[in-house]
């Protein structure tokens, strides 16, 4: 017999609506929204008092990841863990290749570190080193039998992970014939890595040097050149993590020119500023990612952004070391603290506690920035990113007044530290459901590791009809 549940009473907001009905969930589905549903064998969930949100999606993971001489503290289990206490039902995780390897070996490995492990359903986006005749032969593969339609090319971490122009252009060009959206880290490596020198050389090996040495320009700089890029090559971009007001800008231009051009923030450049770098005791070093926090003013810049539709998602960059054991392996130079920061869990939060109940932005638009505009830009729309009939039962009850603190002390992720502790927010999601199951029912964990489903996604600009099966241009 089919597992039943049926949510009561809870108020359904998406991107575009919001109205008080029941949802009737069969197996994974859902079958029924409407006033007054009723169901003899369904189990009931009572959602009074209480918002009902799509799942969320979180676009930009590192999990398990190896990176600046060690591996990221939240593997796919603490992590999709930490997502479904945060509201996220579902993650696109950054498969990282090597030059010279096939790709599907770096998909094979990305695979291996997931299956078991996640408790929420997820997907890959591939990274792109280099294109050669090899890359390409492979590229039809990725995107038909592994459902990987988003390439991601560093403009950064020179001698590490960042490509060249010609590479980047040659993967918008692939992009555009094959139906993918490329991604691109946008900062100028190159730039980035004289001035770390010269920084080194003048005795300047502080955790603040890390944002010094990173300046807007350089941000501002690639952005603009890998927009102009896309302009060329007639295909699309997505802006991963952009940080301040000069990226925004060049994003802006390009969009009013008409290129198809898109852009994410993440919740720390809302929220946390340069000075964070500048604590005390090293504990700046908890606050170094790429690219830098910046001056506070850079903040209302990125909100306006997301309320005019500049910045259109929201992405944790996840990517989180121990303070203890890990970022102290760059203590003395700046160069050898691993890059990143633990976001996963608080991604959803903030931007409801800081956006919607400040006024910044509305509710339909958070709804939209953390989960639909997500789904559609990535090939999940509408089975995930939604609440309507046929599409997966991925959804958050959420207590829209709930006051509360971040901190380690009660986070779910697997590191010692949380870039957000002290912070007081209000709103915090009480139960979450992936495909109809329980991942957190009451604020109590109840999933289990491996019942999360990888996601194949659909081309870039194309959705499937629900139930039907058949390919839409969207
Ligand atoms: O510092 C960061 N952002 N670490 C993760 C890798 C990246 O650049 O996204
Ligand atoms: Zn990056
Ligand atoms: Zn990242």
Known sequence: MTRKKLIKNGIIVTASDLYEADILIEGETITAIGKN???????????????????????????????????????????????????????IDFCLTQKGKPLKEAIKTWHNKSKDKAVIDYSFHLMIGEINEEVLAELPNVIDEEGITSFKVFMAYKNVFQADDATLFRTLIAAKDLGALVMVHAENGDVIDYLTKEALENGNTDPVYHALTRPPEVEGEATGRAAQLTSLANSQLYVVHVSCADA????????????????????????????????????????VWSPPLREKWHQEVLWNALKSGQLQTLGSDQCSFDFQGQKDLGKGDFTKIPNGGPMIEDRVSVLFSEGVKKGKISIHQFVDIVSTRVAKLFGMFPKKGTIAVGADA?????????????????????????????????????????????????????????????????????????????????
């Open 37 to 91: 549903l009723s169901s003899q064998d369904a189990e009931i969930v009572d959602a009074k008092g209480n918002y009902v949100f799509p799942g969320a999606i979180d676009p930009h993971t590192h999990l398990d990841m190896p990176f600046g001489g060690t591996v990221t503290k939240d593997d796919f289990e603490s992590g999709t863990m930490a997502a479904a206490f945060g509201g996220t039902t579902s993650i």
């Open 248 to 287: 925004v800008e060049k994003i802006a231009e390009a969009r009013n020119k008409g290129v198809d051009i898109w852009g994410e923030t993440c919740p720390q450049y809302l929220t946390l500023d340069i000075t964070d770098l500048e604590k005390p005791d090293f504990e700046g070093a908890k606050y």
């Open 394 to 474: 991925d959804l958050v009850i959420f207590d829209p007044n709930k006051e509360r603190v971040i901190s380690a002390s009660t986070h779910h992720m697997a590191v010692d530290y949380n870039a957000f502790e002290g912070m007081k927010i209000t709103g915090e999601p009480v139960s979450v459901l992936v495909r109809g199951e329980f991942v957190v029912q009451d604020k109590q964990f109840v999933g289990k590791a491996g019942s999360g489903q990888y996601v194949k996604r659909a081309k870039y600009g194309t959705t499937k009809l629900l139930k039907q099966n058949e390919t839409l241009s969207i």
